[in-house]
């Protein structure tokens, strides 16, 4: 079962600091994610949440404590070992970072194109699969300048998904979405989150998406330089005695 | 390119009544699929009937389903055997499920204009009078994704059509017109000598020799150097790279060495065509005072020689080589926010001309030095 304590342990980070020019972003940042779950890290602006995931897929090396994906150690891997563990990872950037000058499936073909010899009719048929998936299935041929914003996340997503990986990271899904879509977009994650088994470590500050898709979360806070809350989004919602993350999830301002 | 299941597929074909039976097993994920692809699409072709046994997999991606559903297709109808319910078949149903939703449109020109492109790229390479030609439809049809190791082609190709290509009218007219100006300047002294008919000595040699090369890298830095920076550079601030980088592809592999190699290519043409077209407009004014083209070439064929050319093309390669490196730099170097794409592209127009600049001056005292 997602988010029970028995599941095991897919993502491990231990007293994590990040630095960038002697500036501390956050530090002794410590939390499991568990096989099959909704993870969301959740946080305002600025408070080093797309940071912590950079950290997260080894974009960039800890300045303290260490980070363990599927029982590897990520800092100081690299070579066959590295490759083999990002084909195992995917990742839906905040921006899309879609290749502009690729369709919609040949953005998707780039990971299989990489890390299989697939051939190309099978990349083809594997890219529609996935767009398939998040419903796209009409804009295989479309270029990322194309498409809507909300469109262009569920492509990031489905090249996320290229590879099959069991863990699919997920930079502010919904960020600059309208309600609806966004909505929409959420009920995507957890169907197939649902469907596939897949674990999900979701960015995002939106309250909605919060509720909706989260089965643990972590709060980060910039004051404070590291996490504030940990838990069931909902228990924290109602129960938390922080302030701020009481002020967070009631939408109040702190006086 | 390492396998992610613990046990590889294996797969076992044998001959089934009239028809054949293709055994799978082990874990059949997606380099598993590559692998026996070509040898179970082989075995299935056109085969009545055709038996698919899973009851030996373990594991199943989306690319393994692929491969089931794509032999299923080839033999026209298939039976599934052994495969047992549960996320597996699971998987093999959304898969199918998802293949048979009616598609978009099929658009047939991009896939034949890829066919067209392909064909052309394998009869026509260096035969570069088809590259604008093979630049559009390699552009339009292919993704353009090789593999980081190789050189992706189609990339360079693109590059050089526009790098290339599509800066031959500017520098035929800035040649042209440089040729003009710069025959007609001097020609005002030496009439005051006589000594007209020594102007095509003068304009050929600083043409070849410097400003051709010079121009030509002018041109490719403002146009091409500033285009490379602002594309990494947006690339950049999209998360592109970072993308890139996580699926395990090296940007310099991808991006910057087909750059690189069609700056380097494109420059010796475009300096070739600027002192030709600056040639073509001595040789007008060198007409209006009178003197008929045949003395002009005369003159240049006993005072310009070989080597000044030569050289000059070898120093517009260097500096294509220069623009595209600064350029790319620039590009893969940019900071974040909306800003950092136009700072790009200033640092690599400033920096590559400031770069020729001082490679020039290195080049005039290595040639001087070497008796050029
Ligand atoms: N590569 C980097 N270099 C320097 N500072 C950075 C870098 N990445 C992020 N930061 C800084 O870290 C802080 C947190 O940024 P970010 O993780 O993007 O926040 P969030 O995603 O929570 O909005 C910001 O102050 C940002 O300027
Ligand atoms: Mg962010």
Known sequence: MPGTPEAEAVIRVRDLAARFDGRTIFEHVTFDVRRGEVFVILGGSGCGKSTLLKHMIGLYAPA????????????????????????????????????????????IGVPLEEHTDLPAEARDMVARV????????????????????????????????????????????????????????????????????????????????????GDRCIMLDKEAKGMIAEGDPRRLRDESRNPVVRAFFRREVLA | MSAT???????????????????????????????????AMRAARGVHPLTLDLGGVTALDTAGAVLL??????????????????????????????????????????????????????????????????????????????????????????????????????????????????????????????????????????????????????????????????????????????????????????????????????????ALLMNLAGLLGMSVVMGTLGFPLVAVVNQLQAWVHLKDLVGGLAKAAMFGLAIGLVGCRAGLGAGRGPRAVGDAATAAVVGGIVSIVLLDGVSAVLFFRLGW
């Open chain 2, 69 to 270: 559903l794509r032999l299923e297709r080839e033999a026209h109808r298939a039976e599934f055997q052994g495969l047992a319910a549960g996320p597996l078949q699971a998987l093999l149903d959304r898969t199918r499920a998802a293949l048979d939703r009616p598609g978009p449109k099929p658009q047939p020109a991009l896939p034949f204009l890829g066919r067209v492109g392909e064909a052309t790229l394998r009869r026509a390479r260096g035969a570069a009078g088809q590259v604008a030609f093979l630049g559009e439809s390699l552009l339009a049809g292919l993704g353009a994704l090789r593999a980081p190791w190789r050189l992706r082609w189609p990339e360079v190709l693109r590059h050089l059509d526009e790098a290339g290509l599509r800066a031959f009218g500017l520098t035929t007219l800035l040649g042209f017109l440089i040729g003009l100006i710069l025959a007609f300047q001097s020609s005002i002294p030496m009439k005051q000598f006589g000594a007209e008919i020594f102007i095509p000595n003068l304009v050929g040699i600083s043409l070849l020799r410097e400003l051709g090369p010079l121009m030509a890298a002018v041109i490719l830095a403002g146009r091409t150097g500033s285009a490379y920076a602002a594309e990494l550079g947006t690339m950049t601030v999209n998360e592109e790279i970072d993308a890139l980088r996580i699926m395990g592809i090296d940007p310099i592999a991808w991006l910057v060495l087909p750059r690189l190699l069609a700056a380097m290519l494109v420059m010796p043409v475009l």
């Open chain 1, 130 to 213: 996935k767009l398939g998936l998040v419903g796209l299935a009409d804009a295989a041929g479309r270029l990322p300048a194309e498409i809507s914003g909300g469109m262009a996340k569920r492509a990031g997503i489905a090249r996320a998904m290229a590879l099959d990986p069991p863990i699919l990271f997920l930079d502010e899904p919904s960020a600059g979405l309208d309600p609806i879509t966004s909505a929409g977009l959420d009920a995507l994650i957890r169907q197939l989150a649902r469907d596939l088994g897949t674990t999900f470590v979701v960015v995002t500050h939106e309250l909605q998406s919060i509720l909706a898709i």
């Open chain 1, 64 to 107: 303290e404590g260490s980070i363990e994906i599927l029982g590897v150690r990520m800092d100081g891997l690299d070579g066959a070992a590295r490759v083999a563990l990002l084909r195992r990872i995917g990742v839906m950037w905040q921006s899309g970072a879609l290749f502009g000058s690729s369709t919609l499936a040949e953005n």
């Open chain 2, 5 to 39: 299941a613990p046990d590889p597929a294996t797969l076992d074909i044998r001959p089934d009544g009239p028809g054949r039976r293709l055994a799978f097993r082990g874990g059949l994920d997606a380099a598993a699929a590559a692998r026996l692809w070509p040898e």
